[in-house]
């Protein structure tokens, strides 16, 4: 069974960062592609980065995009996501997601597993 657990969020000030970090258990970790959404209050569940398998393959929404940086460890079976520069824009639950494949894609409805999620919230 797959599991996913993030960490890291929290309270913070504009400009300050922060790193997620998802630990995967399950399948084998280096078959799986993973990505990082997340969703604000009265708002979708909206992409924000994903990884390749073998960490070759990266792709960032706009909007973070030079400001955000996504990583794995496939030793420890963690993916990351440092976040700089932080906005009160990027306040939001933060998800991990798993998909069963070594193709990578910013399709919410192509991951199979996810996370509870880790809240971020940066204040003005």
């Known amino acids: 069974q797959v599991q996913l657990v993030e960490s890291g969020g929290g309270l913070v000030q504009a400009g300050d960062s922060l790193r997620l970090a998802c630990v995967y258990s399950?399948?084998?970790?280096?078959?799986?592609?993973m990505a990082w959404f997340r969703q604000a209050p009265g708002k979708e569940r909206e992409f924000v980065s994903y990884?390749?398998?073998?960490?070759?393959?990266?792709h960032y929404a706009d909007s973070v995009s030079g400001r955000f940086t996504i990583s794995r460890d496939n030793a420890k079976n963690t993916v990351y996501l440092q976040m700089n520069s932080l906005k009160p824009q990027d306040t939001a639950v933060y998800y991990c997601?798993?998909?069963?494949?070594?193709?990578?894609?910013?399709?919410?409805?192509?991951?199979?597993?996810w996370g509870q999620g880790t809240q971020v919230t940066v204040s003005s």
């Open positions: 990884i390749s398998w073998g960490n070759i393959n990266t």
């Open positions: 399950g399948y084998t970790f280096v078959s799986m592609s």
């Open positions: 997601a798993a998909r069963s494949s070594r193709i990578p894609t910013f399709n919410i409805d192509l991951y199979d597993y």
